[in-house]
Structures are given as structure tokens and as C-alpha cells.
């Protein structure tokens, strides 16, 4: 059975690494985040879509959760010295990607073209696709005022608390070729656990795809990002108590009204689910090596079947 | 007393180095090739230029004669992976510097001021100036037809034989800001040991750098790339057979007729300078140290004196 997933980077990588384990690579279809790539030194970065490269492939550092394993820095300690920008951590291993990446943008390919060839040419067998190939780019609101992402994210470390967000371009965005037809042929459609509002909203941002979910004849399932009313990393629980009102499973659901029909949540959340008008499927969502990775995405497919 | 240098890569940055050791480098500025200039995975790579500013910087290999010392290839080696072209070898530190300049470029900076920023933030206090701003690439007729230089020198490890250069561009090209002022205010022209067709000429093509020689009221010596016939290294003493008819004094000196006064050979090539109508200087010329780069430097400046 054809599946597809909707991811951000990190955790949303980490969970496809083991949905990839547990079904036939070959079926299943990624529809990457792109509303955080950012111009790095001139490169174009794609930070969602290489977290999950480099997961699928195996090549990613999965104690820091991005970029390559075994990484150096030497490019970067020597564009600082001539006064380029260093504040987003681009590796030696990593910009060999970014490298090829920039070229073929910059000859006209299409993002979903290139990174087609890059997953394929790193071994992945499971079709990864960014959202759309046109520029569409997430904005934080900030009592500091709007920042595009990657400067609250990466340079502020996203520190400012976050009032909205919105994802300038994505009314004219239609999907990348691939994604909607893989849409129609799922069995099974999947938000990965990542950040609701900055990883996959802006892939929803997309009337297109959205509008694929909200008229869905098979399931769609959400996993949880918050184990026990935490962000496992990042800034979603800020996020969700700021502009949700809380982290529990109801507040997360809320984030997805319309467009699941079941919310995957930690056994440490399994408190809080009562009066949630859809499906919870309550399991151990921490994912903590090769073997939690494959519980959590047979529970996935098992809440599906 | 204010020196002018102009310079190609690699021997002649050696020699700069020398030089850059017995004046005070705040009084010379080098006049860098740039037909060698060439796009690299997306980048702006100006092999000449870089040559010389890591020879300037103490920064380069002295073994290899380009590049980076204690350089690594990682990110090339992911390029590789990810289809991207290896064809030259970017290293990792190398590839700093490269982005930092292909940013500045993309942003409208002209090269000359993105290569003294570049210069000064590596410490050197010579001022390295490109030939022109504008484009200008140097092409060798070859019996296999017309070959951009990098492909012919890098990719086709400069085996084809050399029947004619020329460069693309020169007749528009003006000379960069700063060019000029400085032949003006120069009390001293040298010619570093590089290639007189592929390393000078293309600085000597541009118009009024070839006419501020021809009226020159200073002196302009040029340093010879032969010893013993041979080119130290790289493609010289194949093109003077082939397009000159020799490797004498005589042959090299008839690359700049005109435009020189003096010709600084090596002592194995002494016996060839018979009937020379310029003066000509005899020293050692091949450089292997610091030691021997400036007493070479300081064979020059007394011959001047």
C-alpha cells in the first residue's frame, strides 16, 4: 500500500527513517517542508528536505538531530575569516550537497528535480518531494516584529516567543509535480511528529495539498510531537501554549482541524485525550534509536488498518 | 619606491612572496591574471588571484604550488556523490574563500574590491588587484580546436599542443580601478616568472595595461619561467617551442617585445643570450625557500637600481 508523509526536518526525519524500515521504501512518498530554506553564502539550503536525506540515507548526525555525520567545518572557519556570514553551521560534507544543489537551481532545474536525484543518488529508495518548487518562505510574528525563519530560528535561536506565523508566497505555490497525484494514490496519509506550526503548516500552506487532506477518502494520521506536554527539541511547546493555549493532545489536534481522522500520542500525554472528537492512538512516541523508530511507525500503520 | 607586479599563479606567486619580503609590501601592487578564471560548481574561482593572495598569506601549499596548505576535499567528495562536477580540485578551505567571493560577486561587488577585502582580511598588506573587473577568459587553439583554458589545462591536463591563445573579452575589458594609478605611480615594473602566453598576455590583452608598458618612463623587467631550457612547471617551454620556436632568452623575451627593458634568466641559461637587445640579467632563478625567492626579489630590484 502507497504511503505518503508530510515531515519537517529532525524528528519528523527520524520517524521516517523508521516508517522506511517497516514498509516497502519503494511506496512511500515524503512531501518535504521548504518554508525554512533559506540562501546560506550564496547556496541555496533546504534544511527539512537534507535532515531527511540524510536520514533516510543513513548519513545524517543523529545526536544533533541535523547535517552530516562525521562533519568538519573547515569552509565555514575560512569564510569567516574573509568576512562571510557563519551564522547558520554549514559542514564540509554537508555543503558538497548545498554545492550541487545551488547549480542545478541556478540552471533552471526544479527543486523536485534536484532533490529526486540527490535522494536517488544517495542511495534513498523512498520518493522525497519538497512542497512546492516555486519560493515560499515562513515568517514568524514577534513582539520583536515579523522575522523570516531562519533568523528567530537559527541566529536568535529562537528565543522570541511567536504570536503567528505565516508563509509569504504560498498563495501562489501549487504543488511540486508528484505531489498531488501521490496524494490521490495514498492509502494512508501521515503528518510525521514535527512542529505543527513551522513544519507543517507551511507545507499545508499549499491550497493544493490542504485541500487534497480535507477531502481525503483514506486515512490521515498526525503523530504527536510533544512526549508528556514537552517538545522533545525545539520550540514547539512554546509555540503551542503561546498560540494554542497548551500542549496537550487536544491543543496539538486543534492545530490540524479538518484534516486528520487520528493523533498518535506518548502514553506520558494519555491523560489528556478525553473529549477529542477524532481518534487517539496512544503509544511510545520517543524515538531513541532503530528499534523505538519502528515501534512508533508500526503503531502508525497498525492504528491505520 | 612604489613596485608593480604582474603576476599569474603559482610561480609567480612564489616569486611575489620573495619580493613582498625585501620592499615594503605596502609599496607593491600585484596585477593578477584573471583569464583563468573559471566557474566551479557555481562558484567564482580565480586561480591566479588565489594563488597569490595564499602565497602572500603564507596560506597556500608550497608543494602543490596552488591551493590551500593542510587542505581536505570533503565536501568535493560529497559533491562527487551528488553528481556534481570534480573535474578541479575545490578543497575545503579553498571552497571558503570561493564562497565568500561568488556571494560578494552575486551581489554586484566588483571583483577588485571583493579581492583586496579578501586580501587585506588574510593579512596581507599587498595590494592585489585583478586585471579587469569585466570578464575576460583566456582560449588556446589546440589541433583538437578551441579550448576554454580550464579545460585544456585541468581537465585535458594541458596535453594538447598550443598553436595560439586568446582572450575573450580583452578588447572591452578596462583595466580594474586602481590598475592603472598604479603603473603610473610605479618607480618599477616587474614581470613575475609565470607564462608568458597564458599567465601575462592576458593581462598585457587588456588595452591600456599593454599601452601604460609601451609608454612606460620606468623601468619593466621581466623574470623568466625557463631554467635550462625547462619550465619549472607547467605547460611554458612547450608553447615557446611550439609558438616561438625556442626556449632561449631570445624566445621569451620576444613574448614581450616592446614592452620590456630588462630580462632576468638563470645562470643555466646564460649561454643563450647572445645578441639579446634588451638588458639581461643572470642569476639563479629557481625558487625552493625563502631564502632563495628573495635573493631572486633582490637580483631583480638591483638590476633595476
Not at 501554549?241 to 493523533?263: F, K, N, Q, W
Not at 506520558?268 to 532503530?290: H, N, P
Amino acid at each position: 500500500m502507497s504511503i505518503v508523509a508530510l515531515s519537517g526536518g529532525v524528528g519528523g526525519a527520524r520517524f521516517l527513517r523508521g516508517l522506511a524500515d517497516v514498509v516497502d521504501p519503494a511506496e512511500l512518498t515524503v512531501i518535504g517542508n521548504v518554508g525554512d530554506d533559506v540562501e546560506v553564502l550564496g547556496l541555496h539550503v533546504s534544511p527539512d528536505l537534507d535532515s531527511i536525506l540524510y536520514a533516510l540515507a543513513a548519513l545524517g548526525d543523529e545526536e544533533r538531530g541535523w547535517g552530516r555525520a562525521d562533519e568538519t567545518w573547515r569552509a565555514l572557519e575560512e569564510a569567516e575569516r574573509f568576512g562571510g556570514e557563519t551564522w547558520f553551521r554549514l559542514g564540509d560534507r554537508d555543503l558538497g550537497l548545498h554545492l550541487v544543489r545551488t547549480q542545478a537551481l541556478a540552471r533552471g532545474e526544479p527543486l523536485s528535480a534536484v532533490t529526486e536525484r540527490l535522494a536517488r543518488l544517495a542511495g534513498v529508495r523512498v520518493r522525497l518531494l519538497p512542497s512546492t518548487d516555486e519560493r515560499l518562505r515562513t515568517w514568524v510574528e514577534t513582539p520583536a516584529g515579523p522575522l523570516a525563519f531562519q533568523d528567530w530560528f537559527v541566529a536568535r535561536r529562537h528565543a522570541d516567543d511567536v504570536d503567528g506565523v505565516r508563509f509569504e508566497g504560498a498563495e501562489q505555490a501549487r504543488p511540486a509535480p508528484g505531489v498531488l497525484e501521490a496524494l490521490e494514490a495514498a492509502r494512508l496519509i501521515v503528518i510525521a511528529p514535527s512542529n505543527p506550526y513551522i513544519s507543517v503548516w507551511p507545507i499545508l500552506a499549499v491550497r493544493a495539498i490542504r485541500e487534497a487532506l480535507a477531502r481525503r477518502s483514506v486515512p490521515v494520521i498526525a503523530v504527536s510531537p510533544i512526549v508528556g506536554g514537552r517538545a522533545v527539541k525545539g520550540p514547539a511547546d512554546r509555540m503551542l501554549t503561546r498560540m494554542a493555549g497548551g500542549t496537550s493532545p487536544a491543543h496539538v489536534a486543534g492545530c490540524y482541524e479538518g484534516l486528520i481522522d487520528a493523533l498518535v500520542v506518548d502514553e506520558a500525554d494519555a491523560g489528556a485525550v478525553d473529549g477529542l472528537a477524532l481518534r487517539v492512538v496512544v503509544t511510545k512516541t520517543l524515538m531513541v534509536g532503530d528499534a523505538s523508530r519502528r515501534r512508533l511507525a508500526e503503531a502508525v500503520l497498525e492504528s491505520a488498518s
